[in-house]
């Protein structure tokens, strides 16, 4: 039950112990149903499929576009706040820190601007903070927003346009502010147009969870210097692999192990790193499982841990807690730098057994050490490695997970494109803040606290 050589590895033997080969083949054929379901565009939420194609209908003349604009800042800018919420920022915020060296302003900069994310919370101490940054910097800004009034990312603009107008005036600020939008509507279409900002669309069949692909994700990763064609690249020939009809199809086998493993009463899911660059990865691929498949009652709860770190805190729940988890771990088989233990004449601290062994080694041995103790611990592992970490393979990881998402919801039989439930707090929020038209609301909930 393993796959053919290819960019991104599965092995599912930590499964095998939970499940019988009747169960495999019943949900085998499930899958194969759910694959048919998605990539003939016949279920539900089929007016949202725009991000199959993504990969193979980007034009050069857009990453063009979008490498231009990088270029450009890159002479006038040294601060980029990129503000979304959501998809709208959590495939590039996952993508650069899994890509931008971690300590770049205490090493030197790499000649890029620093693209820093705002309008994905409400903190006020965050927005000062931020604004302490900006202070006595060149500031640009992406506003990511379908509609333009989602509170959080629509309170943020208001506070970092001013920054940017106050400090070049309205003409000069137009030139640094560039709007993701929709196409012909919406609040934010509306100042884009009227400002003269440059902006770019969220294309109408394509999700907020799903959009990593387009400008919301590409233009925040080429301004930080990223190389995007290799991100589609990557993309591009995991769509290749997720479109095979075939038993080596890594998304079908996927899908299907963690609904069978749903099934049996394992409900929540944990997505394990070994590479701390991978933590906000996790928190895209939360996003994406949690708001596709948790609806109507369904759906496996997405969690996520960082290992070794993580490892003396919830290791000892994952390893003797209720058993109604699993975990599928992200590796890498190879890291882009070499770090050597070195011997120790003392040996004080007995690790001398370790010299000429690399960081990695060692991390590898800890990965596959937890994973057999977590499997006899009776939970069940999923084994997912990519090459290296880089542009790459980041395409292949974000394209594997999305398609994968769409058959694992389809084999639930849920709409793996809409969020009804993310609006009632949004419906709250907004009566307790007294928005005109709210008002009844407003009464009620009052009467309940």
Same mark, same amino acid.
């Given at each position: 039950?393993?796959?053919?050589?290819?960019?991104?590895?599965?092995?599912?033997?930590?499964?095998?112990?939970?499940?019988?080969?009747?169960?495999?083949?019943?949900?085998?054929?499930?899958?194969?149903?759910?694959?048919?379901?998605?990539?003939?565009?016949?279920?539900?939420?089929?007016?949202?499929?725009?991000?199959?194609?993504? /990969?193979? @209908?980007?034009?050069?003349?857009?990453?063009?576009?979008?490498?231009?604009?990088?270029?450009?800042?890159?002479?006038?800018?040294?601060?980029?706040?990129?503000?979304?919420? &959501?998809?709208?920022?959590? #495939?590039?915020?996952? @993508?650069?820190?899994?890509?931008?060296?971690?300590?770049?302003?205490?090493?030197?900069?790499?000649?890029?601007?620093?693209?820093?994310?705002?309008?994905?919370?409400?903190? %006020?101490?965050?927005?000062?903070?931020?604004?302490?940054?900006?202070?006595?910097?060149?500031?640009?800004?992406?506003?990511?927003?379908?509609? #333009?009034?989602?509170?959080?990312?629509?309170?943020?603009?208001?506070?970092?346009?001013?920054?940017?107008?106050? =400090?070049?005036? %309205?003409?000069?600020?137009?030139?640094?502010?560039?709007?993701?939008?929709?196409?012909?509507?919406?609040?934010?279409?509306?100042?884009?147009?009227?400002?003269?900002?440059?902006?770019?669309?969220?294309?109408?069949?394509?999700?907020?969870?799903?959009? !990593?692909?387009?400008?919301?994700?590409?233009? /925040?990763?080429?301004?930080?210097?990223?190389?995007?064609?290799?991100?589609?690249? #990557?993309?591009?020939?995991?769509?290749?692999?997720?479109?095979? %009809?075939?038993?080596?199809?890594?998304?079908?086998?996927?899908?299907?192990?963690? =609904?069978?493993?749903?099934?049996?009463?394992?409900?929540?899911?944990?997505?394990?790193? $070994?590479? /701390?660059?991978?933590?906000?990865?996790?928190?895209?691929?939360?996003?994406?499982f949690g708001e596709s498949e948790g609806k109507e009652g369904l759906g496996i709860f997405?969690?996520?841990?960082?290992?070794?770190?993580?490892?003396?805190?919830?290791?000892?729940?994952?390893? %003797?807690?209720?058993? $109604?988890?699993?975990?599928?771990?992200?590796?890498?088989?190879?890291?882009?730098?070499?770090?050597?233990?070195?011997?120790?004449?003392?040996?004080?601290?007995?690790?001398? $057994?370790?010299? &000429?062994?690399?960081?990695?080694?060692?991390?590898?041995?800890?990965?596959?050490?937890?994973?057999?103790?977590?499997?006899? &611990?009776?939970?069940?592992?999923?084994?997912?490695? !990519?090459?290296?970490? *880089?542009?790459?393979?980041? #395409?292949?990881? $974000?394209?594997?997970?999305?398609?994968?998402?769409?058959?694992?919801?389809?084999?639930? *039989?849920?709409?793996?494109?809409?969020?009804?439930?993310?609006?009632?707090?949004?419906?709250?929020?907004?009566?307790?803040? &007294?928005?005109?038209?709210?008002?009844?609301?407003? @009464?009620?909930?009052?009467?309940?606290?």
């Amino acid at each position: 039950m393993e796959s053919k050589k290819s960019i991104l590895h599965i092995d599912i033997k930590g499964v095998s112990p939970f499940i019988e080969q009747e169960e495999y083949t019943l949900f085998y054929k499930k899958a194969k149903k759910a694959f048919k379901t998605l990539t003939e565009g016949t279920g539900r939420g089929n007016e949202f499929l725009g991000w199959l194609n993504l /990969p193979n @209908t980007i034009t050069k003349s857009q990453l063009e576009e979008y490498n231009n604009i990088a270029l450009e800042w890159k002479e006038n800018t040294d601060v980029v706040v990129v503000i979304g919420i &959501g998809g709208s920022y959590l #495939g590039a915020k996952a @993508t650069l820190e899994a890509l931008i060296h971690p300590f770049a302003s205490e090493v030197g900069s790499n000649g890029w601007p620093k693209v820093v994310f705002a309008g994905q919370n409400l903190s %006020e101490d965050y927005m000062a903070e931020l604004l302490d940054l900006m202070a006595g910097k060149r500031v640009s800004a992406i506003i990511i927003s379908k509609s #333009g009034t989602t509170t959080e990312p629509a309170v943020a603009f208001r506070i970092i346009r001013k920054h940017i107008e106050d =400090n070049y005036g %309205e003409e000069k600020a137009s030139k640094r502010i560039i709007a993701i939008t929709d196409k012909s509507k919406g609040a934010l279409k509306g100042v884009a147009d009227k400002a003269g900002y440059r902006t770019f669309v969220i294309p109408d069949n394509v999700g907020g969870r799903y959009s !990593v692909l387009t400008p919301v994700g590409l233009l /925040p990763m080429a301004v930080a210097g990223l190389d995007i064609e290799k991100m589609i690249k #990557g993309a591009a020939d995991m769509r290749a692999i997720c479109y095979r %009809e075939s038993d080596y199809n890594p998304s079908i086998k996927y899908a299907l192990v963690r =609904n069978l493993l749903y099934s049996k009463g394992k409900k929540t899911e944990i997505l394990v790193n $070994f590479n /701390p660059k991978l933590q906000y990865f996790a928190e895209w691929w939360k996003q994406l499982f949690g708001e596709s498949e948790g609806k109507e009652g369904l759906g496996i709860f997405p969690a996520s841990v960082n290992f070794t770190s993580d490892l003396h805190s919830m290791g000892q729940y994952i390893q %003797e807690g209720e058993r $109604f988890i699993f975990e599928t771990v992200v590796d890498v088989k190879r890291p882009s730098r070499s770090v050597v233990i070195n011997s120790d004449s003392l040996d004080s601290d007995g690790l001398n $057994f370790l010299a &000429g062994n690399s960081l990695d080694q060692i991390n590898k041995m800890a990965r596959t050490g937890t994973m057999l103790a977590h499997i006899d &611990g009776g939970v069940p592992n999923i084994f997912i490695e !990519v090459e290296k970490i *880089d542009e790459y393979n980041m #395409g292949a990881l $974000f394209y594997f997970f999305e398609f994968s998402c769409g058959i694992s919801a389809y084999i639930l *039989d849920i709409n793996p494109f809409d969020q009804p439930g993310v609006e009632a707090y949004k419906k709250n929020m907004f009566a307790l803040l &007294g928005k005109p038209g709210f008002e009844e609301l407003a @009464t009620k909930l009052r009467e309940r606290l």
